[in-house]
């Protein structure tokens, strides 16, 4: 089956600076990576998310990359601010069966005032 | 405006007990999920459900079992609770077309004792 791995456990920048969060998958088959922010005491919640046709995704200050080839996707967020701060998971989606999410191991984000 | 209620954000239950965590979506969604969240494994499938009376055995569906007897409500049973159940527990929703967004609820937290 599908495996995710998610890159680097624990992240620590500097407010304005950027960061960035990696992630490979297993099978491809998988078409769809969504990106999910955990905020303390709440569940994960969709922040942007890209298809196999496509690679590059923008929101403002985040962008999601997707290389099929290599199987790896990668999250970036821009000019941090300390409302960043948070756990961030990458996921995939196979396309046959009953199109369950693979998570990643998650990744905690700190921005440093 | 979408919502995914757990019945419970904190439980505390005694080993042996059968404990029963309460998931109810209110967007008609074919597709629930439950999940564990545990720090450094990210999130794991337990169970998922399709239709209602429909269950799959997501990865790591041991000592659960699940129920889905009407479409907005998805329970997760834990027939005799054990301390490696301790852990923090997650419901999702998800339309049935591929390729869409996931809905959590806010967890529920529970310690078996």
């Known amino acids: 089956g599908e495996n995710v791995e998610q890159h680097p456990s624990t992240l620590s920048v500097q407010e304005g600076d950027s960061a960035v969060i990696k992630c490979t998958y297993s099978d491809s088959a998988s078409n769809y990576f969504p990106w999910y922010k955990q905020e303390l005491g709440k569940g994960p919640q969709l922040i942007i998310d890209i298809r196999s046709n496509v690679g590059e995704k923008k929101d403002q200050r985040i962008a999601v990359t997707l290389n099929k080839t290599a199987k790896h996707f990668s999250l970036h967020i821009t000019e941090t601010q300390p409302e960043d701060s948070a756990v961030y998971f990458c996921?995939?989606?196979?396309?046959?069966?009953?199109?369950?999410?693979?998570f990643g191991q998650g990744t905690r984000l700190t921005i440093n005032p | 405006d979408v919502k995914v209620t757990q019945s419970s954000r904190y439980l505390v239950k005694r080993t042996g007990e059968k404990v029963f965590l309460e998931c109810v979506q209110d967007m008609d969604h074919e597709n629930m999920f439950w999940y564990r969240q545990d720090p450094g494994l990210g999130l794991r499938l337990i169970y998922f459900s399709y239709d209602v009376k429909m269950k799959e055995k997501g990865d790591i569906p041991e000592g659960y079992s699940v129920s889905r007897e009407k479409k907005e409500r998805f329970s997760l049973i834990l027939e005799s609770a054990s301390t490696n159940q301790t852990s923090m527990y997650l419901c999702a929703s998800q339309p049935g077309q591929a390729q869409t967004e996931a809905f959590f609820g806010q967890g529920t937290r529970l310690t078996v004792v």
């Open positions: 996921a995939a989606r196979l396309i046959q069966g009953a199109q369950k999410l693979v």
